[in-house]
Each structure stands twice: as C-alpha cells, then as structure tokens.
C-alpha cells in the first residue's frame, strides 16, 4: 500500500492520473519513452509524479530504444518493462522491441497515445491502428474507451504479460482518455 502525498489529495482524477497511479501501484519504478502530442496529457501527469520521486522517466533517444530498453529492463531485473510512444510512427517505432519481448517471452506493458476517441478510424492525422499491427505479436492488446476502465485494464495487462508464458501486453490510450476526468 503506498500513501500518496498532500499534492494529489486536491487533484482532479483523470485518466492519466489514473494510470500513473495504477503503474505506481504496481511497483512501476522506471518508464522507457519518448514523449509527442497524443501521449502528452500522460505525460505532463508523469511528470508531477517524478517530481516527487515515486516514478522515473528515462528519455530514449527514438521509441525503438524505448522497447528494446524495456525488454532490457524486464530481462535483467526480473519486473515487467513498461514503455510509452506516441500514436502513429511513434507507436510503429515500437514493432520490433515488442516483436523481440514476444519471441523471448519478456514480460513488458507498452503504453501508446492514439488520437481522441472520434477520431479513431477517420485516417486523422498520426492515427494508427497499433492495435491491429501489434495483435500477432502481443499476449493481449486493450484500447481504453472508458477512463474508469484505467486501473482495471492497467491490472489485468500486468496481470497477462507477467503470468503462464510472459510477454507484452499493449495499452493504447486515446488523448481524450488521459484528459477526461472521472470520480
């Protein structure tokens, strides 16, 4: 059980602060990423928890690091790698890092932003359904269309990439997820 500082005591519950949270929650001490527009609402929440040192974001030079550095991670420590990319080529940058954690069976969750709820499917601009590309080569794949959803999706994806035959589990968050607020 982790008690939470007086900070977030008077903060709005979003879905990024409900994903962070969750992440915490599962002893999630280090994130691989690379930030950009539609992952940026978790990213800006990200930051108030580094701030007060419960997480760690480390800065890959292209999102590719950010797969392989969490396979790394996953390998060498024995915890599951959590990773973040932004929709579009952010997210594609990730294919083979995870590709690499489900031929090895390394337990890793991937985190990608994707463009807001009713723009999926429009061809909008950096809309890719990752979803779709990664279905091959995850154990499981979750796109959060209902920001209550968070922590109980973000459970059930360590839950998967951690137990029978490891491997990576995605999570794609639509922008408007991490920004809704929700009791």
């Known amino acids: 059980f982790i008690l939470m500082p007086n900070i977030f005591k008077n903060r709005d519950t979003t879905g990024a602060f409900a994903l962070i949270d969750s992440l915490v929650r599962h002893g999630v001490k280090h994130i691989f990423g690379y930030p950009g527009g539609a992952i940026l609402p978790i990213y800006d929440e990200l930051y108030a928890w580094e701030h007060e040192g419960f997480i760690e974001h480390i800065l890959v030079r ?6 392989h550095a969490s396979d790394g991670y996953a390998r060498s420590t024995g915890n599951v790698g959590v990773c973040f990319a932004t929709s579009g080529p952010g997210a594609t940058n990730l294919v083979t890092g995870i590709a690499t954690a489900h031929m090895d069976s390394v337990p890793m969750v991937i985190i990608t932003g994707q463009v807001g709820r009713s723009f999926i499917g429009t061809d909008a601009f950096q809309e ?27 459970a059930e994806s360590f839950f998967i990439a951690k137990y029978g035959r490891p491997g990576p589990v995605l999570i794609d968050i639509p922008k408007d997820v991490g920004l809704e607020k929700f009791d």
């Open 128 to 154: 890719v359904d990752i979803f779709g590309i990664t279905l091959p080569i995850v154990k499981h794949s979750y796109v959060v269309r209902e920001t209550k959803e968070m922590g109980k999706i973000v």
């Open 62 to 67: 292209h999102e590719q690091g950010a797969a």
